[in-house]
């Protein structure tokens, strides 16, 4: 551990300006070589050996919804059964590798991303949706995710107790768990998949991974990129596959030992209850690690530089389609400070530019036709609950687009202001005082992310201690958490509070053994 480096965060290429040619030219490269591959069929990949099914998966682009960009097999209740075998038979010898072997296999699958990084964001473009910036800081996350796990995997090996008895030799040990599901979700395809993945993994665990059905083609990358960094069969097995078939099955199975889950509240909560239920031949607690939704606020203060809160609540509610579960979806602003927040707003949210994210339009589609009506559904929920400023509408083109919406005067009960949307849908709440503003920001059963603009120490520090969110920012935007300065997680019902991308991330994915031989 001593002759490592010290962690520090990929550097994200720049896509603006001409200092910054080389970095259009690679994207662009990368994106017509990955519209190439479009309608590949990829397999299902089990204890190193490739499968294929009868139903299968079509993954499309999102800003051309005609467009196939992957066919991949759809793993069942069939399937369940071989993949825990698989990975169980793999747990016997992968359990014993030495920790610094398991973290070396880290450092290359990081480097592997680093060499292929331009077709990661390409991917990420053309199936997610996501603009240049955005696809490039998933992929930098997973980078990171990467570089951090392995440090503290290392860490970890070389743990002792805090004191040494006399007499004694006192150990303590951080063993892997056993067979893992890594259930991973579509808006960090690349990211969040890769960081549940490789801490499992890292601590000398073995995973059936099921990614979304929505993004599997940059999900089977990733697992191009494990084998390619070295990853031994059976390890991970690549399985997408149906939620209600095999995702159960494998949440069910009896050894099963840990699920790890970025979702919804709702499939989070089935999740958790199906592994509460122990299983005929089962003899231990499954463990869930649960990232789950959000609806986070921005309070902006009475005394707030409006200009900067303007740009941190417009970045926060819009950037990715409001598809992120820390994306800000209430701003929450003293009464003495509203009208010109709101004017302000209106006039910045007018000028985003919504388009394929291809040609690096700063908005892209929503993910899917599902996402579109249930978005479009809760504007006009917030029609009957508030004013609408700008937006309220599908935009022109023929994928799933939709205009930046803000709607204003909303009521801290509304719908809009207690359920989670997953779309560039915002609601801008009164607030009669800070005091209040608190009140309202903590007034829903999430508590993820949250934000506060204010240049009073005081509201600060009351900000600080009272507002109940896991990653709360001052005078900055409630996304773009990074890895080791902002571990990740929520409270309530966003989640376990997994703090990913955190030293304390790997305890999750270990047991400690502690061990006391006496002379």
């Not at 690349?190 to 599997?216: E, F, H, Q, R, Y």
């Not at 608190?438 to 829903?444: R, V």
């Amino acid at each position: 551990m001593n002759t490592l480096s010290e962690f520090v965060n990929q550097t994200p290429a720049h896509f603006h300006g001409p200092d910054h040619a080389v970095h259009v030219r690679a994207i662009r490269d990368a994106i017509a070589a990955a519209r190439s591959e479009f309608g590949r069929e990829y397999d299902l990949v089990i204890g190193g050996q490739c499968f294929r099914t009868a139903d299968k998966i079509q993954s499309i682009n999102p800003a051309h919804p005609s467009e196939v960009a992957g066919v991949h097999q759809k793993a069942g209740r069939e399937h369940v059964e071989p993949a825990i075998q698989a990975a169980l038979a793999a747990f016997e010898s992968w359990k014993y590798v030495p920790a610094q072997e398991r973290a070396a296999l880290l450092f290359r699958v990081a480097e592997v991303l680093r060499r292929r990084k331009s077709e990661f964001d390409a991917w990420l473009v053309l199936e997610a949706g996501k603009n240049w910036d955005e696809a490039e800081a998933d992929t930098c996350e997973a980078i990171d995710f990467c570089e951090l796990y392995a440090r503290v995997a290392l860490h970890l090996a070389e743990s002792k107790p805090i004191i040494q008895l006399p007499g004694e030799q006192d150990a303590l040990r951080y063993i892997p768990l056993g067979v893992g599901a890594v259930i991973a979700p579509w808006n960090f395809p690349l990211a969040i998949l890769c960081g549940m993945t490789v801490a499992s993994v890292v601590c000398g665990n073995t995973v059936v991974l099921k990614p979304s059905s929505d993004s599997p083609t940059i999900a089977a990358k990733f697992f191009q990129a494990l084998e390619q960094a070295g990853m031994p069969p059976g390890v991970v097995n690549f399985c997408p596959g149906s939620g209600a078939s095999f995702g159960h099955g494998i949440v069910e199975h009896p050894k099963t030992r840990f699920i790890a889950f970025t979702g919804s509240r709702d499939v989070g909560l089935d999740i958790n209850l199906r592994a509460a239920k122990a299983q005929s031949g089962q003899i231990w607690i499954k463990r869930t690690i649960l990232e789950m939704g959000g609806k986070d606020a921005i309070v902006v203060d009475a005394d707030a530089d409006l200009d900067a809160a303007v740009e941190g609540v417009t970045v926060s509610a819009f950037g990715f389609q409001g598809q992120k579960c820390s994306a800000c979806s209430r701003a929450i602003v003293d009464a003495k400070a509203y009208a010109a927040f709101l004017e302000k707003l209106r006039e910045r949210v007018s000028r985003i530019q919504v388009g394929d994210p291809a040609h690096n339009a700063y908005m892209g589609p929503v993910i899917n036709e599902g996402a579109l009506k249930s978005i479009l559904n809760y504007i006009e929920i917030g029609k009957k609950e508030g004013r609408v400023v700008t937006g309220g509408h599908r935009s022109s083109g023929e994928g799933y687009f939709l205009e930046p919406t803000v709607i204003a005067d909303v009521a801290p009960t509304a719908r809009i202001a207690q359920e989670e949307i997953f779309g560039p849908v915002l609601a801008v709440i009164s607030a009669g005082d800070f005091e209040d503003a608190l009140t309202i920001a903590n007034n829903t059963e999430y508590g993820l992310t949250g934000a506060v603009y204010s240049n009073s120490p005081e509201h600060i520090e009351r900000a600080e201690r009272d507002f109940h969110t896991g990653n709360l920012y001052i005078n900055r935007k409630c996304t773009g958490a990074m890895v080791g300065a902002h571990p990740f997680g929520g409270f309530n019902m966003s989640g376990t509070d997994s703090k990913a991308g955190g030293v304390d991330y790997l305890y999750l994915f270990t047991q400690a053994k502690s061990i006391a031989r006496k002379f």
